[in-house]
């Protein structure tokens, strides 16, 4: 059965290579070799457009072959599983092919890819590159949020063969930093910020206006932090 369904993915990805690459080959095959410079062009534009048709399929196909899952705790053999299990191969097919490089290369790009698999993001929001939403469908993030480089947000874990999906909100004006880690049923709060590299544990819940580091993250004592640097301010020189 596992095979079974490793040879399909094989199939489907290599479909969309075909479609999404067989333009720009037709093209470059009709110019020849002697226009060796136009040839180039043509060849650094088609790339680009294969990556843009290669993710519009992918979100097709999310979009026509899988289901919403409810939030809750899930038996991992369970068969509700099935439609969220094939919308998140969708969504790694996609960054592990050279494709995702173009797509994170641009802010529009990544924007309209993640909108398209379903997340409720605002257009102000700013989702720096190389950030991956592994159930895009499972977030929403206000106005203004920022998203920093080599984010990593997902919205589910499988723990001693119990699979939990739960949704993240993120309020509007926070900052996610670079390099963070986002589990699920993570809520944050309006002008909330993550600092970078901070890992923040499922289910943690961010109030408004709060800074929270570490890993586990935890929220930034600035009273204590205050009191800390005041001690050191009045320690005697040597």
Known sequence: MRLISELKWIVYESILYFLALIGPTLLLMKIGTSHPALSLIVAILGW????????????????????????GRYDHTDPKLRPWKT??????????TPF???????????????????????????????VQILDPWGITAGRYVVFGHGAVIGAHKLEKGIFTYAPISIGKYATIGGRCIIGPGVSIGDSAVVSANSVVWAGSNILPGEVWTGNPA?????KLLRQVVHALARKPKV
């Open 48 to 71: 680009s457009a294969a990556a843009v048709l290669f993710a519009f399929l992918i979100v097709i196909t999310k979009r026509l072959f899988t289901a919403d899952l409810e939030p």
């Open 87 to 96: 919308a998140i191969g969708l969504n790694h097919l996609l960054m592990s």
């Open 100 to 130: 995702w490089r173009v797509i994170t290369t641009y802010d529009f790009l990544r924007y309209l890819y993640f909108k398209g698999m379903g997340a409720k993001i605002d257009r102000t929001c700013f989702i720096g590159r190389d």
């Open 218 to 222: 935890t929220k930034m004592n600035f």
